[in-house]
Nanobody, 121 residues
Framework: QVQLVESGGGSVQAGGSLRLSCAAS????????MGWFRQAPGKEREFVSQ????????NYADSVKGRFTISRDNAKNTVYLQMSSLKPEDTAVYYC??????????????WGQGTQVTVSS
C-alpha cells in the first residue's frame, strides 16, 4: 500500500515557475515508477511525466518537454515536478501516481488527491 500526498500547487503568472512535491508512505516507493498527471476543467486526465525507480529514465508529454523536470529522492520518499515557463494552458489539478512497469508499460496503482495549479496570463 502506498499513500501519496501532493503539495506545492498555487497561482502563478505566465512565465513563472512552481515545484510540486509528492510525499509517499509505504515500503514500495523506492521500487515504484512514479508519475505526474493533470486534469484541466472539462478535459480528461492526461499524462505529464514519469520516472523509473532509480531516476535514470524519464518521460515527458510533448506539451511540457523542455519546461518541466521530474526527479525523485528515494531517501525522502518524495518525487518532484519542477515546472518552468508556465503557460495558462498548464492550469489543471496535478496528480501524483505510483505504479509498476509491466511488459513495456506502466500500470498506476495508487493516486494522490491532487494539487491545483493556476497560471494566469
Amino acid at each position: 500500500q502506498v499513500q501519496l500526498v501532493e503539495s506545492g500547487g498555487g497561482s502563478v503568472q505566465a512565465g513563472g515557475s512552481l515545484r510540486l512535491s509528492c510525499a509517499a508512505s509505504g515500503r514500495t516507493f523506492s521500487s515504484s515508477v512514479m508519475g505526474w498527471f493533470r486534469q484541466a476543467p472539462g478535459k480528461e486526465r492526461e499524462f505529464v511525466s514519469q520516472i523509473n525507480w532509480s531516476g535514470t529514465n524519464t518521460n515527458y508529454a510533448d506539451s511540457v518537454k523542455g519546461r518541466f523536470t521530474i526527479s525523485r529522492d528515494n531517501a525522502k520518499n518524495t518525487v518532484y515536478l519542477q515546472m518552468s515557463s508556465l503557460k495558462p494552458e498548464d492550469t489543471a489539478v496535478y496528480y501524483c501516481a505510483a505504479g509498476r512497469w509491466i511488459s513495456g508499460s506502466t500500470t498506476y496503482d495508487y493516486w494522490g488527491q491532487g494539487t491545483q495549479v493556476t497560471v494566469s496570463s
